[in-house]
């Protein structure tokens, strides 16, 4: 067989691997075209193309290439090549196969609502199963090359017959990566945290910017990211601002004389809640929460959407009672008596 063939017969295994390969996409782009989102669905086929290309190409060349004898002429084990080959491009297919069911599904859950609990949770469990189910692939993958090659496979089945005690060293000193893993993937079903959850960890308010199967990204409010071990919310705890909902309370303290009106700042707060964007509509509270020696204490209790609309509204509440205090009550702030008698 003359070389010009045996080039012909290899283009020809690459030209049908790729007809059929791209034959196969736009039948799938006609199905998602009429049944799914044409956007969301494009997205998962362009993550799977190449990878099931070069896959189409390696079968059709796999089936036309030994008629070529040409790798008769090379000095190697083409069935432990072709294994390891087809083992890596259908872990990569597997993968981004991963990935694309991981996009479909997250592109109806918007999580830039503001009623976005359910769409948390989705992203959550899906971003720790995405990152699980990949590593899997990975180390069966690996595993399967190790074992298709003959030499490792027998020094690997020697091992094994030995390898009682230094399983059980090795169990110990992977105890903690194991317990990481083993929290990720308690809190993707339990659910302690969720994406862009807000929350108090050591001290730092933040959201849950990131979970990965070890461990965890806060961004704290001032841009910096606070990384936690996975492990932290599984044993200690912490406060999840947005457990149940995104709605949250917050309180304002402001300390008067003892002959203060605190009706006029009922009323004041009243007004100052109804002016604002800010405030939600559901709590206008102020109550006398305490007697001092010197000053009376008074707590407003508001209520808003989320926390930094909460954390806004606090702020503004306490900026604009203090200055009706200051305006109108400029008696009644807090001030010392002192009482001189004479003596007989």
Do not use: C
């Not at 503001?114 to 199963?129: C, E, F, G, P, W």
């Not at 994406?195 to 990965?212: P, Q, Y």
């Not at 300390?255 to 109804?274: A, Q, S, W």
């Not at 926390?307 to 010392?336: C, G, M, T």
């Amino acid at each position: 067989m003359t070389l010009l063939l045996q080039i012909a017969i290899v283009a020809a295994g690459i030209v049908i691997g790729v007809f059929v390969a791209f034959l196969i996409i736009g039948y799938l782009k006609k199905l998602i075209r009429k049944n799914t989102d044409y956007t969301v669905g494009l997205k998962v086929i362009r993550l799977i193309s190449l990878p099931f290309v070069v896959l189409t190409i390696l079968i059709a060349g796999s089936m036309l290439v030994p008629a070529t004898k040409l790798l008769d002429e090379l000095d190697v084990n083409t069935n432990i090549v072709l294994g390891i080959v087809y083992t890596l491009i259908l872990a990569w297919l597997i993968i981004n196969a991963i990935r694309g069911i991981k996009v479909y599904v997250l592109a109806k859950y918007d999580i830039s609502t503001k009623d976005n609990l359910k769409a948390r949770k989705i992203h959550t469990q899906l971003s720790v199963l995405e990152r699980m189910l990949i590593a899997m692939v990975i180390i069966i993958a690996f595993g399967i090359i190790l074992m298709t090659i003959p030499q490792i496979r027998k020094v690997g089945l020697s091992l094994l017959a030995s390898a009682g005690i230094a399983g059980i060293i090795i169990g110990f000193a992977a105890q903690r990566s194991i317990a990481l893993i083993l929290a990720g993937f308690q809190i993707a079903i339990t659910q302690p945290i969720r994406l862009e959850d807000v929350v108090i960890v050591e001290d730092e308010w933040g959201w849950i910017e990131e979970i990965t199967l070890t461990y965890v990204v806060v961004r704290i409010w001032d841009k910096r990211r606070l990384i936690v071990p996975i492990t932290y919310f599984i044993e200690k705890p912490f406060q999840n601002w947005t457990r149940t909902s995104a709605e949250i309370m917050g309180t304002v303290f402001i300390h008067v004389d003892y002959g203060f009106p605190v009706e006029k700042m009922r009323e004041k707060l009243t007004n100052i809640l109804t002016q604002s964007d800010l405030w939600d509509g559901k709590v206008n509270v102020l109550q006398v929460t305490d007697s001092k020696e010197l000053t009376l204490e008074l707590r407003a209790l508001v209520s808003a959407k989320d926390s930094p609309a909460a954390w806004d509204l606090r702020v503004h509440v306490r900026e604009e009672l203090i200055r009706f205090v200051q305006n109108d009550y400029p008696q009644f702030l807090p001030k010392s008596r002192i009482k001189l008698t004479e003596k007989e």
